[in-house]
C-alpha cells in the first residue's frame, strides 16, 4: 500500500471538508478558552478594585469616599473602541478592533491604542489575540509615546479623582488602576 | 493644680466619668471580633450584633441589608451617648466634648461645598454628614460661591469662624482649594484644641497633649503621602502641617521635601515612637501604613483609662468607637464582597 504523506486527511479517512471543520472547532475551544481565562482575569481584577474601594473608603472616611460625590457632570469615557475596516489586507472583510483610552503605563498594547488614536486612523493596527504583526511594529517610537501620554495620562486620572478630593489616598489611586486594568 | 484633681474632679465631673467608663466596657474585645468574621451574609453580621448595644439600633432595619446602613446605625448610637454626655456636662467639660466634634463639622462644610460644585443635591449631601458635625445653617452652605462667602454667610456664626482667618481669599471654590482649605481649617482646629488643653492644665493637659501630637503627626505623614505626585508645592505641602507634635519643625521641614513614601519612612524612622510603626512595613509599601497607625492610636487611647480625674477618657472613648465603627464597616465590606481572607487585613482589635 502506498501511503501519501501529502495528503494526511486521505489517510484517516477524512476529507478536506472534515479537516477543515476540525480545524474550526479547535479554533472556537482557543477562542473560547482565551475568553474564559479573560472573564476570570477581568472578575478577578474587578473584585481587587471593590476591595481597594472599600480600603480607601476605610482610610479616607465615608464622608470623603461615598456615592454622592460622584461627578454628575459630562465627561468623556475613559475607554473607547475604534473599529476599522483594513483595506490593505488581503481578508479586508474582517474589523479591526483598537482600544483607547488613558490606562496605566504598565500596559503596553492600551499605550499603543493610545498613541495609534492620536495619529492617522488610515493605518489602523490589527490587535487579535496571538498576533505578531502587533509587536513587531512596536520601535523606540513608544517609548517616546509613552512618556508623552504619561503626562496626559496622569492628568486625567488625578482629574476623575478630584471628586474625592486633590490628597487622596495612594488605597484609592491603586483602586482607580484596577478598574483602569 | 496637678495633683489636686482627685479632690475636686467628682464634684461636676464624676458622674460622667462613671459613665464614660461603663460605655468603654461595652467596646467589642477580640473575640467578639472574631465572631463577626466567621459570618457569612450581612444578616448574620446583624444577627450577632443584636445581642450587643447596637441591637435596638440595627433591629427594625429590613433586609437585605447594605454595608452603609450598619455603620450609619452604629454611629447613631455613639450620637446619642455623646449628647447624653454633653447635656449633662458643665463647663469646661462641654466645650471640651464640643471640641471633639469640630473635626465631624469640618468635614461636613467640605462634604457640602465639593457635593454642590459637582452639582450634586444638597439634600443627598445633608443625609451624608456626620451627624456629629452638624449646625443650624448648614444648608446654606451650598449657596457660596468663594471662601469669603462661605465665611461670611455660614461660617461665621459657627465654631470653625476663628479657623477661617488663614483661608479667606475670594477665589473660586475649586477642588485644590477646597482641599488646601479642609487641611487648613484642621490644622487651626487641633492647634486650637491642643492650646484648649494646655490652658485646663493637670492630667488633661498630659494625656491630651501626647494624643492631639499624635494626631497632629499622623496627618503630617498622611499629607506628605497623599500628595506625593500632586500638584501640591512643598511650601502648600509644609504650610499644612500643624505647629506642635513630635514631628514639628525639623520632622516637617524633610516630609516636606519627599518624593516617595522611602523618603517617608527615612524621615520618620528618626523618631523611636514612628521606627516602630514603620518597621511593620516593608520597603515601598504603604497599604498597611494606615492599620499600623490606627493600631498605635488605639495602644495610647486605651492608656488614658488607667488614669482618673481627666477629661482625656472621653475623647479617648469617641476615639475608640469611632474604631470600632471602622472595624465593623471593614468587616461588613468583606463579608459583603466575599473577601473574607482580607478581613484581618484593616481590623485593629482594640481589647
Known amino acids: 500500500m502506498v501511503v501519501d504523506h501529502e495528503t494526511p486527511s486521505l489517510e484517516n479517512g477524512q476529507t478536506d471538508k472534515e479537516v477543515e471543520e476540525n480545524a474550526n472547532v479547535l479554533q472556537f475551544m482557543d477562542s473560547m478558552d482565551a475568553y474564559l481565562t479573560l472573564i476570570h482575569s477581568l472578575s478577578s481584577t474587578l473584585r481587587r478594585g471593590w476591595l481597594e474601594l472599600a480600603s480607601a473608603r476605610h482610610s479616607m472616611g465615608a464622608s470623603r469616599v461615598n456615592t454622592v460625590l460622584l461627578d454628575h457632570t459630562s465627561h468623556p469615557a475613559a475607554t473607547s473602541l475604534l473599529v476599522t475596516q483594513d483595506e490593505g489586507k488581503v481578508d479586508s472583510g474582517k474589523p479591526h478592533f483598537t482600544l483607547c483610552k488613558w490606562a496605566s503605563s504598565s500596559n503596553e498594547n492600551s499605550l499603543l491604542g493610545e498613541k495609534h488614536s492620536s495619529q492617522d486612523k488610515l493605518h489602523p493596527q490589527l490587535r487579535h489575540r496571538g498576533s505578531t504583526e502587533l509587536y513587531e511594529e512596536k520601535t523606540s517610537s513608544e517609548n517616546k509615546a509613552s512618556r508623552e501620554v504619561d503626562d496626559p495620562v496622569q492628568k486625567e486620572r488625578s482629574k476623575s479623582l478630584s471628586m474625592f478630593g486633590t490628597l487622596v489616598s495612594p488605597k484609592l489611586r491603586a483602586a482607580q488602576l484596577s478598574f483602569e486594568h | 493644680m496637678y495633683g489636686f484633681e482627685a479632690m475636686t474632679f467628682n464634684i461636676h465631673g464624676g458622674y460622667l466619668e462613671a459613665i464614660v467608663r461603663g460605655h468603654r466596657a461595652g467596646l467589642f474585645t477580640a473575640a467578639d471580633y472574631n465572631n463577626l468574621c466567621q459570618c457569612e451574609t450581612l444578616d448574620d453580621i446583624k444577627m450577632h450584633l443584636s445581642a450587643t448595644e447596637y441591637g435596638p439600633y440595627l433591629q427594625n432595619e429590613p433586609s437585605p441589608l447594605h454595608t452603609t446602613t450598619i455603620v450609619e446605625k452604629c454611629t447613631l448610637k455613639l450620637v446619642d451617648e455623646y449628647k447624653h454626655m454633653l447635656c449633662q456636662a458643665t463647663e469646661p467639660l462641654s466645650t471640651f466634648l464640643e471640641y471633639i466634634t469640630y473635626g465631624h463639622m469640618i468635614d461636613n462644610v467640605v462634604l457640602i461645598v465639593t457635593g454642590t ?8 449631601l445633608l443625609e451624608k454628614c456626620h451627624p456629629l458635625g452638624m449646625f443650624d445653617s448648614i444648608a446654606t452652605l451650598a449657596v457660596a460661591q468663594n471662601m469669603r462667602e462661605l465665611y461670611r454667610l455660614v461660617l461665621v456664626d459657627t465654631p470653625l469662624a476663628p479657623y477661617f482667618s488663614e483661608c479667606i481669599t475670594s477665589e473660586d471654590l475649586d477642588d485644590m482649594n477646597i482641599e488646601i482649605m479642609r487641611n487648613t481649617l484642621y490644622k487651626a482646629y487641633l492647634e ?71 523618603q517617608v519612612r527615612g524621615a520618620m524612622e528618626k523618631y523611636p515612637p514612628y521606627q516602630s510603626i514603620f518597621s511593620k512595613l516593608s520597603y515601598g509599601e504603604s497599604q498597611m501604613l494606615d492599620k499600623a497607625f490606627y493600631e498605635e492610636e488605639v495602644k495610647r487611647l486605651c492608656l488614658a483609662f488607667e488614669q482618673q480625674f481627666h477629661y482625656g477618657v472621653f475623647f ?21 464582597q466575599n473577601q473574607k481572607s482580607r478581613v484581618h487585613d484593616s481590623v485593629v482589635f482594640i481589647f
Open chain 2, 117 to 124: 460644585l459637582h452639582e450634586r443635591d444638597v439634600q443627598e
Open chain 2, 316 to 336: 479617648a472613648y469617641m476615639r475608640l468607637r469611632e474604631q470600632e465603627i471602622r472595624n465593623l464597616m471593614w468587616i461588613s465590606e468583606c463579608v459583603a
Open chain 2, 192 to 262: 486650637d484644641f491642643y492650646k484648649f488643653c494646655q490652658k485646663l492644665g493637670g492630667a488633661t493637659a498630659e494625656i491630651m497633649s501626647d494624643l492631639l501630637a499624635f494626631e497632629a503627626d499622623r496627618r503630617a505623614v498622611n499629607i506628605t503621602i497623599n500628595s506625593i505626585g500632586t500638584e501640591l508645592t512643598r511650601d502648600d505641602r509644609r504650610k499644612l502641617y500643624s505647629n506642635f507634635g513630635l514631628l514639628y519643625p525639623y520632622g516637617h521641614e524633610e516630609l516636606a521635601v519627599c518624593e516617595d513614601i522611602d
